[in-house]
T-cell receptor
């Protein structure tokens, strides 16, 4: 089976930086996705990592270490609209890249 | 126009009723998925389909069935709804020729009384 862990909740101040960690234990890893989900809305795709290293997209960056089963999502220059849940999901090659999601990290940005 | 649409967006029904949730996509993706999300929890996979003739059970398929009527349409049915099926339901699509990134529809909020 798979086990994906991420913190339940984090609080940060507008303009600051927040790092959301995700650890996973799985076999047949074929990529890790991060999604943003505002309350009651659909998850929206943020980033995809399949090789080790850092992927940067504007204010958001995602890092992967396959040997450690570890990823993080870094949110810089936080804005109020970044208050949302952030979902980590792992793709399994043997299952046709079917995703298994973590429980999500709710980020609250305060003024 | 939205790439992935779901109907209805909200539905209230009674225990024992049969309910169908529909999903359509204009992204041209071959793969489609149905998830449910309970308050404060992550997404759980109900069923998925890698092409029109392929249907697979996910983690929580009991009490649900699906139909892939065409590449662009994937329906989820609750044969006899029960209160613990009250949840937010999402459809998603992906393209196996790319990174298989899943793109989600807006969701259907289902309440079973």
């Amino acid at each position: 089976g798979q086990n994906i862990d991420q913190p339940t909740e984090m609080t940060a101040t507008e303009g600051a930086i927040v790092q959301i960690n995700c650890t996973y234990q799985t076999s047949g890893f074929n990529g890790l996705f991060w999604y943003q989900q505002h309350a009651g809305e659909a998850p929206t795709f943020l980033s995809y990592n399949v090789l080790d290293g850092l992927e940067e997209k504007g204010r958001f960056s995602s890092f992967l270490s396959r040997s450690k089963g570890y990823s993080y999502l870094l949110l810089k220059e936080l804005q109020m609209k970044d208050s949302a849940s952030y979902l980590c999901a792992v793709a399994l090659k043997a299952a046709g890249n079917k995703l298994t999601f973590g429980g999500g990290t709710r980020v609250l940005v305060k003024p | 126009d939205a790439d992935v649409t779901q109907t209805p967006r909200n539905r209230i029904t009674k225990t024992g009723k049969r309910i169908m949730l529909e999903c359509s996509q204009t992204k041209g993706h071959d793969r489609m998925y149905w998830y449910r999300q309970d308050p404060g929890l992550g997404l759980q996979l109900i069923y998925y389909s890698f092409d029109v003739k392929d249907i697979n059970k996910g983690e929580i398929s009991d009490g649900y069935s699906v139909s892939r009527q065409a590449q662009a349409k994937f329906s989820l049915s609750l044969e006899s709804a029960i209160p613990n099926q009250t949840a937010l339901y999402f459809c998603a699509t992906s393209d196996r020729k790319g990174t298989d990134t899943q793109y989600f529809g807006p969701g259907t909020r289902l309440t079973v009384l």
